[in-house]
């Protein structure tokens, strides 16, 4: 991620536009991720819906065990 290319000029969501030349930066206006390479934003976004899929796995899990072994006898 130190690797520096050179500067480029990136708008993001919300229409500022910034030059970089990292791979990538945060926006100075409201604070996304902005990329250098449109590819790097798409493996962030898969990266992003992983992490949240591990998140919602282990709760749906605790849940689980929760209602199997806390709950139930209780019922
Ligand atoms: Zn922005």
Redesign the pocket.
């Known amino acids: 991620m130190t690797t520096a290319f050179p500067p480029k000029e990136i708008t993001?969501?919300?229409?500022?536009t910034q030059t970089i030349s990292m791979e990538a930066d945060w926006?100075e206006?409201?604070?996304?991720r902005?990329f250098y390479h449109e590819k790097h934003k798409n493996r962030y976004k898969w990266h992003t819906y992983y992490i949240y899929g591990i998140i919602i796995s282990v709760f749906t899990f605790l849940a689980y065990v929760f209602m199997e072994l806390i709950a139930k006898p209780f019922l």
Request: charged share 25%; aromatic share 0%.
């Open positions: 993001c969501d919300c229409g500022r926006c206006k409201c604070a996304n902005i």
